[in-house]
């Protein structure tokens, strides 16, 4: 059986994929005993991957093709049904690990637990900032309720290595209609589960700040996030007052963001999670 798959959604990549290749087979060999596998499903199948399956030492590489793009969500999936590991990671085609990331995590993952780490997150004019600046603000990934309160808390699933049958089933069958917002569906329902994350420090994971980011894209991120809050209240009854505060929280977000209202105003009129983002913020 395969240790670790190492999924990458592929969507016209060819510009990242070779220096993504050495970077992954670092990483591989770094962890000699164990058999790592890359999953490279292309979702831009007019788009020819400019590398091909191979077997480098403990790393097989192995590709697939959309017959029509389907998004990251759906490619995800994908990857993750064409997968053989034990454990999973879902890497973007933009970003880097550090050599040891294989090591820090397989040390730090448990029987009911995903390993998560810490990393920074590179900006356009190629400065790199943490994604976490304290142990104790990291801690929050364990508190669902933060999702509800002040969204996302982890930058990239990259940053994650998760047991295969932790990966809640709502995730892989309840796909999003507009993409974007699949990691916060798939760290919340992970939560819900009775799941939690084993935390280290240390930086193990670049996420690169590129003009192809969805995230970036305030009007269709938040679309995504309704998209992502409808599924899970679906299948998450038990967790409707923290569904509600989402639903404020998305609503501030587009007032604030798409139609310019007093960010004061909406902090004071929300002042619950004004409160929390700041007590997140002071770490």
């Known amino acids: 059986m395969t240790d670790v798959s190492i999924i990458t959604p592929f969507y016209k990549g060819n510009d990242y994929i070779h220096k993504l290749f050495n970077n992954i087979t670092q990483v591989a060999h770094a962890v000699p005993t164990k058999r790592i596998e890359w999953i490279i499903v292309n979702d831009s199948p007019k788009t020819k991957v400019k590398l091909s399956d191979c077997i480098n030492g403990n790393l097989t590489v192995r590709i697939f093709k959309n017959s029509q793009n389907q998004g990251i969500q759906r490619t995800r999936v994908k990857g993750l049904n064409y997968s053989s590991g034990k454990y999973i990671m879902f890497l973007d085609q933009d970003d880097i690990l550090s050599k040891d990331a294989l090591q820090v995590h397989l040390k730090n993952i448990s029987h009911d637990s995903a390993s998560i780490t810490n990393g920074y997150v590179q900006m356009k004019n190629g400065t790199l900032l943490p994604l976490y600046r304290s142990i104790q603000q990291m801690k929050y990934v364990n508190k669902i309720k933060y999702f509800f309160y002040l969204g996302n808390l982890i930058a990239s699933p990259g940053m994650v290595l998760l047991k295969r049958e932790t990966i809640p089933d709502v995730w892989i ?3 999003l209609d507009i993409e974007g917002a699949d990691d916060w569906l ?3 329902a992970y939560l819900s589960n009775g799941y939690t994350f084993n935390i280290s420090f240390k930086k193990t ?3 690169t700040k ?3 980011n969805t995230s970036d894209n305030n009007e269709l991120m938040l679309r995504s996030s309704q998209n992502a809050l409808v599924i899970f209240e679906k299948y998450y009854c ?3 007052k923290l569904c509600n ?3 404020r ?3 501030m977000r587009k007032n604030i963001e798409l139609m310019s209202h007093n960010k004061l105003w909406e902090y004071l009129k929300n002042w619950d999670i004004g409160l929390t983002l700041f007590r997140y913020k002071k770490f």
Request: hydrophobic letters at 35%; zero cysteines.
């Open 173 to 175: 069958k309840q796909q």
């Open 186 to 188: 798939l760290w919340v």
């Open 205 to 207: 994971y670049i996420h």
């Open 249 to 251: 929280r998305l609503s």
């Open 245 to 247: 505060v989402y639903k």
């Open 210 to 212: 590129s003009d192809k």
């Open 238 to 240: 038990s967790f409707q």
